[in-house]
């Protein structure tokens, strides 16, 4: 089965409030990396957290990794309009640059 | 400037067809990969190239050959056509080849009918 399965599937929230996306993995990992795909599009690297590193901040996003719950969390603060996509973790393995995608969490942001 | 460019956008072709999806990156990475996306966007990872050397086969049907001429460059080759190869395909790159992050092409959207 795969690895980087998400939760929630689809979330809707308002401009302003905060987005809260969790990835669970099942192997040992090199590190954890989100990534945001806009419909119709290729995805973007959002950011990447170490597997010993606990907390990352970029900009408005906060990631969480929790290696002994095999999780991590993606925090998206003051969201807008323009954050609603589909954001996909992915499991770095300890071998080569082999990244295992989650299903993604579909995130609507409504103005 | 486009870093990691793929032609063509779309691809229509019957079954049983030969095609081939071409990926070039402009960032002077060494690693270039292949990804399948299906129609639940489900995204996994097909082939890795690391300076034109094959790293990473996943479980890939043998009518899928990728070629690397050079590390810019790699090119997808699919053979015999299926309706179950419709999906996006994407072509990523990266610096290293573990551990960094990965540059997405645009995709190209194979429909087989």
């Known amino acids: 089965s795969q690895q980087g399965e998400e939760d929630p599937q689809a979330l809707s929230i308002q401009e302003g409030e905060n987005a809260t996306m969790n990835c669970s993995y099942k192997?040992?990992?090199?590190?954890l990396q989100w990534y945001r795909q806009n419909s119709g599009r290729g995805l973007v690297h959002l950011i990447l957290i170490r597997s010993n590193e606990r907390e990352k901040h970029s900009g408005r996003l906060r990631v969480t990794l929790d290696t002994s719950k095999k999780s991590s969390s993606l925090l998206i603060t003051a969201s807008r309009a323009a954050d609603t996509a589909s954001y996909f973790c992915?499991?770095?393995?300890?071998?080569?640059?082999?990244?295992?995608f989650g299903q993604g969490t579909i995130l609507t942001v409504h103005p | 400037d486009t870093a990691v460019s793929q032609t063509p956008k779309y691809l229509v072709t019957q079954m049983g067809n030969d095609k081939s999806i071409k990926c070039e990156q402009n960032?002077?990475?060494?690693?270039m990969y292949w990804y399948k996306q299906d129609s639940k966007k489900f995204l996994k990872i097909m082939f890795s190239?690391?300076?034109?050397?094959?790293?990473i086969n996943e479980t890939v049907p043998n009518r899928f050959s990728p070629k690397s001429p050079d590390k810019a460059h790699l090119n997808l080759h699919i053979n015999s056509l299926e309706l179950g190869d419709s999906a996006v395909y994407f072509c990523a790159s990266s610096q290293l080849n573990r551990g960094t992050e990965q540059y997405f092409g645009p995709g190209t959207r194979l429909t087989v009918t």
């Open positions: 190239y690391n300076n034109k050397e094959l790293i």
């Open positions: 992915a499991a770095g393995g300890t071998s080569y640059g082999k990244l295992t």
């Open positions: 960032l002077g990475h060494d690693t």
């Open positions: 192997t040992s990992i090199n590190n």
